[in-house]
């Protein structure tokens, strides 16, 4: 069981606010000061840097000072506070303290010479390009650039999970495109090689703070360029292995987009339908558990298709030796359909393909209605009742399981038992069985 503590819950809601007052600063220094000798073990912040200059800093401080403290005792895990500051003495501090941390800015990666073993750590696609441009400039040749780099990451340093923010909204500077960006394969490599990495989880974001890419590698032929959305052919097979792979996409748009339609059904093809197979070569494993909690931008297909459509996605590349779990929650809207010519309401099936299992799944997951400049904006917590469908190739080993939850509440009141009476075979119907 994770700790939560009171201030956990108030900064998760507190960083929303973009625009504070000297009122609302006060406001949360007495705040704050009330809730001194508490002892907290965990800080997560969203996006603090939406925050003004001078009251993200006072909010750093003040978590320093109040939250964390002087010496740090009890605080374990601290996720997001350098957004406030890019990088500080006080927080490379507590990064040494702590048993999860991140995403590291670069001069935090620098004061890392101790010998720890983290739990999980933080990392984004930006200081992969802080480190890549760091070893050229202190380097005259690739060989130089490659010793740099092995200097740069230590191997006193390990870490069970490597989580890893990719920013899908990233420019270079002049241009246009709003996109995925390429990453530089040997930076990643090294450090999931020198810092022992077990298990991964890829944190895909459609909006960061870090939007501007650096440019200065891309000007030298040091490093392999990759990037999640290109061909999958064209990426290198890595020879590590890791446990499992999990990825996020509830702060997505982009993947999101391309898992749900095939390439022909997105103006222009975004190539996210690449994404499994460069997981698979980048983090090989034989385990990948997905979460898809929103579907802004695809349009409301109705299930059968929508089902159909994300097992050719995930069946692109014959998949061997493979589990994907997908989490797919959806509104209860998608599993009916009204038929305009006799205007009565009917009841899609499931799409061909998968065998329903008999696995009653739940669990309480916060809905967010996603907005498409910030991302999900509302919380609420809500019971979702799941159902597993499976893919299975027993030949290639290949075992796909997509777990459909509908909110319990929407269960209740949208659907009558004539109606489903009526639709014996509807994918809704599993859910009443
Ligand atoms: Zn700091
Ligand atoms: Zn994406």
Request: one cysteine or more.
């Amino acid at each position: 069981m994770q700790k939560y503590s009171p201030i956990n819950i108030f900064l998760k809601t507190f960083s929303v606010i973009s625009q504070m007052t000297s009122g609302r600063i006060w406001m949360l220094d007495c705040f704050l000061n009330t809730v001194v000798g508490v002892k907290v073990e965990k800080i997560t912040t969203r996006r603090l840097w939406l925050l003004e200059e001078i009251f993200k800093r006072r909010l750093h401080d003040l978590i320093h000072s109040q939250l964390i403290g002087t010496n740090g005792t009890h605080i374990q895990t601290v996720i997001g506070l350098e957004e406030a500051c890019d990088g500080c003495e006080k927080c490379s501090n507590i990064a040494k303290k702590c048993i999860e941390y991140g995403p590291l800015r670069f001069s935090t990666l620098q004061t890392m010479t101790y010998s720890k073993n983290y739990k999980k750590l933080h990392v984004t696609d930006k200081l992969f390009e802080d480190i890549a441009e760091y070893c050229i400039s202190k380097s005259k040749n690739k060989e130089e650039c490659f010793k740099e780099l092995d200097k740069t990451i230590l191997s006193a340093i390990s870490c069970d999970k490597l989580a890893i923010w990719i920013s899908e909204t990233r420019v270079i500077p002049d241009e246009e495109m709003r996109d995925h960006m390429h990453m530089p394969r040997e930076v990643i490599d090294t450090i999931l090689r020198k810092w022992n990495v077990k298990s991964i989880k890829l944190n895909i974001l459609h909006y960061t703070n870090e939007s501007e890419c650096r440019i200065e590698w891309l000007q030298y032929d040091y490093f392999t360029r990759v990037r999640l959305k290109d061909p999958y052919w064209e990426t290198k097979q890595s020879d590590l292995k890791f446990n499992h792979v999990e990825v996020s996409l509830s702060y997505s748009l982009d993947c999101v987009k391309g898992l749900g339609n095939l390439p022909g059904e997105t103006e222009p093809p975004a190539g996210y339908d690449n994404f499994i197979p460069n997981i698979r070569r980048l983090f090989p494993t034989d385990q990948i558990l997905m979460e898809l909690t929103h579907w802004y931008f695809v349009p409301k297909i109705d299930i059968e298709k929508k089902m159909s459509t994300i097992l050719k996605v995930v069946t692109m590349e014959i998949h061997k030796k493979l589990s994907l779990d997908i989490k797919f929650f959806v509104e209860s809207g998608i599993v009916k359909m009204l038929n305009e010519e006799t205007n009565r309401v009917e009841l899609l099936g499931v799409a061909s393909g998968y065998v329903h299992q008999e696995k009653r799944l739940h669990c309480f997951k916060k809905s967010s209605p996603f907005n498409g400049n910030h991302g999900p904006e509302v919380f609420l917590d809500n019971r979702w009742i799941g159902r597993r469908f499976q893919m299975r190739n027993t030949v290639n080993q290949f075992n796909f399981n997509l777990d459909v939850y509908i909110k319990e509440k929407e269960l209740e009141e949208k659907f009558d038992k004539e109606l489903l009476q009526e639709y014996p075979n509807s994918f809704v119907g599993h859910f009443f069985a």
